[in-house]
């Protein structure tokens, strides 16, 4: 339920709504913007009647939400979600799309890392990424170097200045990742594993929320609404690919439609990985220009200094050559959207709001 007040109500009388709500049972995310306050009232709608609440002083009206996910929801907070770092970077609304690159799996040679990490220093990206416990199909693949390839990660990003994102897969290591990670990442595989979604909601750390390849955008924002209703709402989504029916020439099908979707249905920022969304490097910068166009506020992209011979997803990775190219052509085609201009900043929303 969302209970908007009329631009002249008192703090008096939200806060009697609020009590009002409260004592319902419902719980109540506050939003103050610069015409009016908007209270998102998470609940059993079943326990109250609208109109008992329309009739409070300064309510101007109440919309129920048909939609189960509500602090993910525009109606909630219309405005995009913007998530800043400690360095000063930002994700999301109209900030400059970010970079998210590295291998699949952190492996033993630190002096890989490093190489990895001052490439992508260098071509102007923001985030290391690298797979410390890696989810793995057989028990018998290489499943990551566990807290020694976070504390790689940590020390090649703070050498670089680069912020560090990595995958958490269980709630016992959700502690640890918040001693070594800018970025929790909750992987495809765990879209769906809600004690861990709460776990990382709890911590108040930037999550990066994976698509599962087989999630309808529906279950795919109420997965961020279980880490968003445990009071953390600094959620970036990714767009991964799905599971489609032709695998000979793709590991996924990259669902670059679901980024303007989530875009008009909710205000948190989302990314693409053309990586694991194709499993294909040859497909990788088509398509990461293709997520740019459509609206994409950043890219996870897999690069390796030896591909061929990687210890995880080295098919769809880029060696240091090709990523080199490659983002220097990606960082043109940022460079021709003028970011700084609030005339066409205006224009490019409201053009992602009609979508």
Known sequence: MIIIMEPKATVEQINAVKRYMEN??????????????????????????????????????????QEPYKLASRESKEEDTVIEFKNGVKVGGLEKPVMMVGPCSVEKDFGWLMEVAQAAKEMGCEFLRGGAFKPRTSPYDFDGLGEKGLKYLKEAAEKTGLL????????????????????????????????????????????????????????????????????????????RGVKGFDSTFTRNTLDIAAIPIIKKYSHLPIIADPS????????????SKAALM???????????????????DGAQSLNLTQFRETQRHLNKLIGRIDYDNKVLKAEIEKAALRC
């Open 294 to 312: 459509a609206g994409a506020n950043g890219l996870m992209i897999e690069i390796h200094n030896d591909p061929d011979n990687a210890s995880s």
């Open 276 to 287: 694991h969304g194709t499993g294909r490097r040859y497909l990788v910068e088509p398509m």
């Open 164 to 239: 560090v994102v990595s995958e958490v897969m269980d709630t016992t290591d959700v502690d640890m990742f918040c001693d070594y990670v800018d970025l929790i990442q909750i992987g495809a595989r765990n879209m769906q594993n809600f004690k861990l979604l709460k776990a990382v909601g709890k911590t108040g750390k930037p999550v990066l929320l994976k698509r599962g390849p087989a999630a309808a955008i529906r279950e795919f924002l109420l997965a961020a609404e279980h880490i968003m209703a445990n009071d953390n709402d600094k959620v970036i989504l990714c767009e």
């Open 24 to 65: 319902k049972g419902f719980k109540i995310v506050l939003n103050h913007g610069d015409v009016m306050t908007v209270l998102a009232a998470i609940g059993d709608k079943r326990l109250i009647e609208p109109q008992s609440v329309a009739s409070f002083e300064g309510v101007r009206e109440v919309k129920l939400i």
